[in-house]
């Protein structure tokens, strides 16, 4: 059956899924659920849970779950279903915490460019999925694994005029070309740095370096970014990049985690970072060391916003002297109760920032309260609850008009 029969529009829903399973060759399907990336270690764009995989593909939901498909987060606030796989999962690395590191047995499969970028046009037809994430184990060394991924781009770009969303990793080591010719194909790029620093990094996977399979790739995209004109990318602008760690398996710190974030973010503009928390894989010399705590995962995400979207300092966040956020505390709360508690904020003389530093007031609650100002000065509490601010959170923190607001202790942070 010729691939243009395939992608003609189907009427019936449930003929196209059909016709799915027809026209894809099942050794790809396998070989996509052998590729496909465990959650784990792999933060992409606000994943959500993967769906679990029924019996047989009966309508499009079921059909769905029979693939590595997430629901993803864009910025923007789009949401979609995002197929995450591997161009491979043999890899030559001995990623201490990695499932497809070598020499483990597990079954592992490999697409050809061409394979992997039939399989997602004819997924996205059948509704399925809505865009890529692509990522690779090391086989053939770095240049080569690159190589590939840029080719499945390329033929979803120019052979099948593919405009989904596409995220392409940067394998560590890649060459400055190769991350150019990625930047062109893709929506945004990654390089999973794993660790704060050399030391995390070296106990986590004794086989990357640093500086020069990592670090520098992440520089050759923001000089890219500022160097070359954006319309040579795709959509006619630059993709946004971000990184991953691995979180609670090698002891390393929150402080060390915001620290090279807030670093990141500065030097090399990143959009965002992802704090995967370890999770241990049997046959693996991390095998018996405990899961990291959620509530880690979740106090470094909060902290992280606050260093993008609340105009935190590193120097603000509110570590222990054990270099750790507090598991039990929101960390603007904890700022808030340090900083505020006994110096409230006047709503109606705040500048956009100082607004930001109060609990339950966001970026978009602060903009409503400047424009509220306009029209006259704000008294009432309830005002400040029908703009969407939780009052709860913040009567604590503030002044109206000179005077503190009723509030109730909040039961939960
Ligand atoms: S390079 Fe490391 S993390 Fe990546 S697939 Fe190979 S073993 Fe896993």
């Known amino acids: ?16 899924i059909k016709h799915l399973f027809y026209t894809i060759a099942m050794d790809v399907f396998e070989k996509i659920k052998l590729t496909a990336l465990n959650a784990p270690f792999e933060g992409a764009e606000d994943i959500g849970t993967p769906h679990k995989t029924p019996d047989c593909p009966h309508d499009l939901d079921q059909l769905k779950a029979r693939f590595p498909v997430t629901q993803a987060h864009l910025t923007g606030g789009q949401t979609i279903p995002l197929l995450k796989t591997m161009q491979t999962s043999v890899c030559e690395r001995d990623c201490y915490y990695c499932c497809f590191r070598s020499g483990r047995d597990t079954p592992r499969a490999s697409l050809t460019p061409d394979e992997l970028a039939t399989a997602v046009v004819r997924l996205t037809q059948a509704g399925v999925a809505k865009g890529l994430f692509l990522s690779s184990g090391l086989a053939g060394g770095c240049v080569r694994a690159q190589d590939r991924l840029i080719a499945t781009a390329e033929i979803l770009r120019n052979k099948y005029h593919y405009g989904e969303y596409i995220h392409l990793k940067i394998m560590p080591g890649a060459e400055k070309d190769q991350v150019f010719r990625s930047m062109q194909l893709a929506d945004r790029v990654s390089i999973n740095l794993e660790g704060p620093n050399e030391v995390s990094l070296n106990r986590l996977a004794p086989h990357k370096s640093f500086f020069k399979e990592l670090l520098a790739p992440l520089q050759m995209i923001e000089d890219i970014r500022s160097s070359q004109p954006p319309y040579l990318a795709w959509k006619q602008s630059w993709p946004s990049s971000c990184t991953q760690f ?9 402080l060390d985690l915001l620290q090279t974030t807030a670093q990141l973010r500065q030097n090399f503009n ?9 999770s241990p894989v049997a046959d693996t010399p991390f095998e018996h060391l405990a899961p990291a705590n959620p509530w880690r995962q979740h106090r470094l995400y909060q902290a992280f916003f606050l260093l993008r979207d609340y ?26 109760e340090r900083h505020l508690d006994h110096q409230p904020v006047e709503i109606n003389t705040a500048d956009y920032a100082q607004l930001l530093k109060i609990p339950g007031i ?19 509490i ?32």
Request: avoid cysteine; charged fraction near 20%; aromatic fraction near 14%.
């Open 311 to 336: 105009q935190f300092n590193f120097e603000e966040l509110p570590f222990s002297s054990s270099g750790n956020l507090n598991i039990e505390k929101d960390p603007k709360l904890l700022w808030a």
């Open 362 to 380: 966001g970026p978009i609650s602060a903009k409503k309260i400047l424009q509220a100002r306009t029209y006259g000065i704000i008294r009432d």
């Open 1 to 16: 059956m010729s691939f243009s029969y395939v992608i003609k529009p189907f009427i019936n829903p449930l003929v196209k």
């Open 246 to 254: 691995v979180v609670g398996a090698v002891g390393e710190t929150d």
């Open 382 to 413: 309830n005002v400040l609850q029908q703009m969407g601010i939780f009052t709860n959170r913040a009567a604590k923190f503030i002044l109206l008009d000179g005077r503190r607001p009723p509030y109730q202790a909040a039961l939960f942070s």
């Open 270 to 278: 990143i959009t965002r970072a992802y704090y995967s928390n370890f």
